[in-house]
């Protein structure tokens, strides 16, 4: 395991936050970023936490995780349930953890709703009600979408309208209190920093760049066997956890599976779907929030971005404390 905690000027950072669309490259920066200032990475992914969804997930290699320690990856097994309010909990436990040993903790990922529970909190939303949880998976998604659109337009033009179990929670919290979903949010505890108080960086890249980027992430899925692990995770209780079948890749390969597309249409299909998500990725983040944004150049490698980052944050540092 790595320890690198060499003093830096940075060393007396909070924490640091790194955010961006799928495949612009956050692990590896975040990876070199913390052998520079002696970190530690805190995954902000929402699929990452369950064990066994490695290869479409993206999860860094062992070998990673033996040069930097990392948090939160592989957290829970395929059957058990995790949300955001969840994440908040242990990502700020790893955070004290972190600081308490004198590393700096380094949140990293793409999961827009976790970065938001961890800096605002999520307000006092009622516990899943099955019976009427039934009730709306029956019902058609354009139907969903219809009434949140009328009865909370601020939620309907921010969520993720391909994910049924966002659309159905959201409208799930509305029936049950009679308020929107937006509503529901507030700061889960006042002593907590404050967002402006920790560098939150975000990476961005030219679309040409990432959909590259994409299409090759997502042969090299498939090459390393992407299509095995799916039936693995199949016979573990893949296709009864509502929230990992939300996971890109798994989904358009169990349908694959199922005979109802080619392997072609079907490595297509998750490229298409995987564009469309980093579409929404940032959408969500330019809306959420106000990152400083780092273009990264195509020929740029991990640790020149990481050392323009540390920059950045220097510079930050230094006009706050003048």
């Keep these: ?19 961006g669309p799928t495949a ?6 975040a990876l070199a970023l913390a052998e520079r200032i002696g970190g530690e990475i805190i995954s902000v992914d929402a699929m990452q936490v369950y064990r066994g969804l490695d290869i479409g997930t993206a999860k860094p290699a062992l070998r990673e995780r033996q040069r930097v320690r990392h948090h939160l990856i592989d957290v ?17 436990a790893a955070v004290a953890d972190i600081q308490q040993r004198g590393a700096v903790p380094i949140l990293c990922g793409g999961t827009g709703l976790y970065f938001k529970a961890f800096l605002e909190g999520l307000g006092g939303a009622p516990a899943a009600n099955a019976p009427l949880r039934d009730e ?3 019902v058609p998604l354009p139907e969903l979408l219809r009434e949140l659109e009328k009865n909370d337009p601020l939620t309907f033009a921010n969520i993720d309208r391909r994910n049924p179990r966002r659309v159905i929670r959201a409208l799930e919290v509305i029936r049950l209190t009679g308020t929107p979903f937006s509503a529901q949010r507030s700061r889960w505890n006042p002593d907590f920093p404050a967002p402006n ?3 939150f ?3 961005i890249r030219s679309n040409e760049d990432l959909r590259g980027r994409i299409d ?6 498939f090459a390393r066997g992407l299509v095995k692990e799916t039936e693995q995770l199949l016979n573990r209780g893949l296709a009864e956890n509502k929230t990992a079948m939300q996971a890109i890749g798994y989904r358009q390969v169990v349908d694959q599976l199922r005979h109802e597309r080619s392997l072609e249409e079907t490595i297509a299909r998750v490229k298409q779907r995987t564009r469309q998500f980093a579409k929404r990725q940032m959408t969500w983040f330019r809306r959420q929030f106000r990152l400083d944004w780092l ?3 195509p020929q740029a490698i991990p640790e020149s971005v990481a050392d323009t980052l540390l920059e950045r944050v220097a510079s930050r540092q230094s006009a706050e404390s003048t």
Aim: charged letters at 20%; aromatic letters at 4%.
């Design 24 to 29: 612009v490259g956050k692990s590896e920066v």
């Design 76 to 92: 829970v097994e395929l059957n058990e349930p995790f949300d955001a309010a969840r994440f908040s909990k242990l990502a700020r």
């Design 197 to 199: 108080s920790q560098p």
């Design 295 to 297: 273009h990264c150049a």
């Design 1 to 19: 395991m790595a320890t690198n905690h060499a003093r830096s000027p940075l060393a007396a950072l909070r924490s640091i936050l790194i955010a």
């Design 136 to 138: 709306l998976e029956a």
């Design 216 to 221: 090759a992430r997502v042969d090299a899925m």
């Design 201 to 203: 960086l975000g990476l």
